[in-house]
């Protein structure tokens, strides 16, 4: 029997990341401890062995750049890399650029963790007099999308995250793998939760209790119905990635910690 190996990478610690506000799709770059995590992701794949056949990643420059940083660390920068809005952070709409805690503070932590982290609730959609309307949809990259500019999405639930990657996912990252192909996605949390809820049949209420570090690659062995032959393994110091996934929950609340 036919296994194949796929693996989830949530990009490396964005400068967003640290001051706890929502990121989302603005287009952040990596912090210095985002590259340095990048680049330890790479090095335990490539003290795995493992060999890339191709790279998805979102449109977003730090999903790319921990790509990058990780195919380098790997010795395998020429592997193709297919680039994709389907695979973009959940558009959190007019929470973008807010801080979690301040949220908090204001709305409540429940309120914050349903935002965040519920299958199907959406939070309002971003408006065009909001700070970041601009920067985002006047950017070129969202004028080569494979649905025009207005069809894009103003606020997504994760939900609505899954449903719009599962076109990428089926058309274009599901042929390679079913080809025997080694897939690294890097992408952004909930675009990865979203994939991960899809292949282990997670439920819509246990999807908010899973939460990824930045950095951290997810290593998937799945069968030939594309279902999972063993759980899931979050590759690294286990102490350590504990306690950054405790960090990621506390962001929510009032007191808000940082990424990292
Ligand atoms: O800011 C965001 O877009 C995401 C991921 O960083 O935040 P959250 O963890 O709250 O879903």
């Known amino acids: ?18 001051e706890n506000r929502f990121c989302s799709w603005v287009d952040q770059g990596l ?48 592997v193709p890399v297919v680039k994709s809005w389907r695979l973009n952070e959940r558009h959190y709409g007019a929470l973008i650029g807010l801080n979690r805690a ?34 985002i949809y006047n950017d070129r990259r969202y004028s080569v999308c ?50 991960l809820k899809h292949l282990e049949g997670i439920s819509d209420e246990d999807i908010a209790d899973v939460t990824l570090p930045t950095g951290v690659p997810v290593l998937l062995q799945l069968d030939e119905e594309l279902k999972p032959l063993k759980p899931r393994e979050l590759l690294g110091d286990q102490e350590k990635i504990q306690e950054a996934i405790r960090k990621v929950e506390e962001q929510g609340r009032v007191t808000g910690q940082r990424s990292s």
């Open 146 to 195: 494979d649905v025009p500019k207005e069809e894009l999405p103003r606020a997504e639930s994760l939900k609505e995250v899954l449903q719009r990657l599962l076109p990428f996912w089926e058309g274009s990252v599901l042929p390679e793998i079913r080809r025997g192909r080694t897939i690294l996605i890097s992408a952004h949390g909930n675009s990865c939760r979203a994939l």
């Open 102 to 135: 301040e949220m908090a503070l204001q709305h409540g932590e429940q309120q914050v963790k349903l935002w965040r982290r519920s299958y199907d609730m959406t939070p309002p959609p971003i408006e065009a007099s909001h700070p970041y309307y601009t920067h």
């Open 31 to 78: 912090s210095p401890d985002g590259l340095m995590e990048a680049r330890t992701a790479g090095r335990l794949l490539r003290e795995r062995d493992l060999q890339l056949d191709m790279v998805f990643t979102s449109v977003l420059s730090r999903s790319v750049h921990t790509a990058w940083l990780v195919l380098e660390e790997m010795d395998q920068l020429w």
């Open 1 to 18: 029997m036919s296994t194949y190996t796929l693996l989830l990478l949530r990009h490396g610690e964005g400068a967003w990341n640290k």
